[in-house]
């Protein structure tokens, strides 16, 4: 196969992120080893996998001579406070905007880090966000700016590339490690990062299996964008087309309560981690996928004998705007 032409990026992330041993949960579940890729240590404001998208779609946004980012999220949006963190790196202005009402939300979690980095926060107020997008992208033309907008997420071909490399990087850890992988369970929500991990699990020869938990779609649907948009990062990548369908796994088995609403499967999973481990999930998406992986490791969905690799996906600073369903003050 072709070597992928990465394009250029800026530098956010503290890499490479640690792998470590879940060896106190794994004998709490008396389960499979259990392993964690900890990009919640990325760096940038807290952390997290967007870090990784973000050094691409800033260098193609300052490549382009933009002077402003835009992107959209829901008010505890780890996405929108990594952008803002970037933007704030490099000088650029950046504006959110947010699904929902500010009458609606409290001034914490990813919210207050939003204000602190200085992101211009704009309200949906119930409409689509995306004349919205369109609408504050005008107004800074207007005004004398180049605006560059970075989509839901940052799951396009130039964010997915970020995971297409940190799967190599994985790789190069586990190779040094002598450590062999089944099976990577991470988050699934707009589909960037679990399109990179499998274009690179393709490119790089992993053997194992990569499966997504879906936070808040039907599997059919993310299995459907996910592959294309893998798809679509090959052809980016100057890999030619590769159809990557067959290669997308995806769990929607938990998707049912809804994006952003906290049950007792999350609960336990961010409760488990933190007293087993110290280290911290989100409500939204690791608390979700791993409650999910902890689910299917009850129901026997892995033997014994298989090694598990939880790939941490960051998200803490939203557990501030939880407070009031994780326990008492």
Request: charged fraction near 20%; glycine fraction near 12%; include cysteine.
């Amino acid at each position: 196969m072709m070597k992928p032409k990465f394009p250029d990026r800026v530098s956010l992330v503290q890499r490479p992120t640690p792998i470590e041993p879940l060896e106190r949960l794994s004998r709490t579940l008396k389960s499979s080893e259990l392993f964690i890729k900890r990009d919640d240590l990325t760096g940038l404001a807290g952390g997290g996998n967007k870090t990784r998208k973000l050094e691409f779609l800033i260098a193609e946004a300052l490549a382009n001579d933009c002077d402003h980012v835009i992107t959209v999220g829901g008010p505890q949006s780890n996405h929108c406070r990594q952008t803002a963190a970037a933007a704030a790196r490099h000088g650029l202005g950046c504006s959110l905007v947010l699904k929902g009402s500010l009458a609606d939300c409290r001034a914490n979690g990813n919210l207050l880090l939003d204000r602190i980095l200085g992101a211009y926060l704009h309200w949906t107020e119930g409409q689509p966000a995306g004349p919205i997008v369109n609408q504050v992208a005008r107004q800074l033309t207007s005004l004398g700016h180049k605006p560059y907008i970075i989509p839901l997420g940052g799951s396009n071909v130039v964010g997915a590339t970020g995971y297409v490399l940190a799967m190599q990087e994985l790789l190069q850890q586990l190779g040094e490690m002598a450590l062999n992988i089944d099976v990577i369970v991470h988050a699934s929500s707009s589909g960037g990062t679990q399109a990179g991990v499998v274009l690179g699990a393709h490119v790089y020869d992993f053997r194992g299996k990569v499966l997504g938990i879906s936070i808040d779609r039907p599997a059919d649907d993310l299995r459907a964008q996910v592959a294309a948009l893998a798809t679509a990062t090959a052809t980016h990548l100057g890999l030619g087309t590769i159809g990557l369908l067959k290669e997308v796994e995806v769990n929607d088995d938990f998707i049912e309560p809804g994006y952003g609403v906290m049950t007792e499967l999350e609960r336990e999973a961010i409760e488990l981690l933190a007293q087993k481990e110290g280290i911290l999930l989100d409500p939204v998406y690791t608390g979700r996928a791993m409650g999910g992986l902890i689910d299917l490791i009850r129901w026997g969905a892995f033997t014994r004998t298989q090694r598990i690799l939880f790939w941490h996906t960051g998200g803490w600073p939203a557990l501030f705007a939880y407070g009031d369903q994780l326990g008492d003050p």
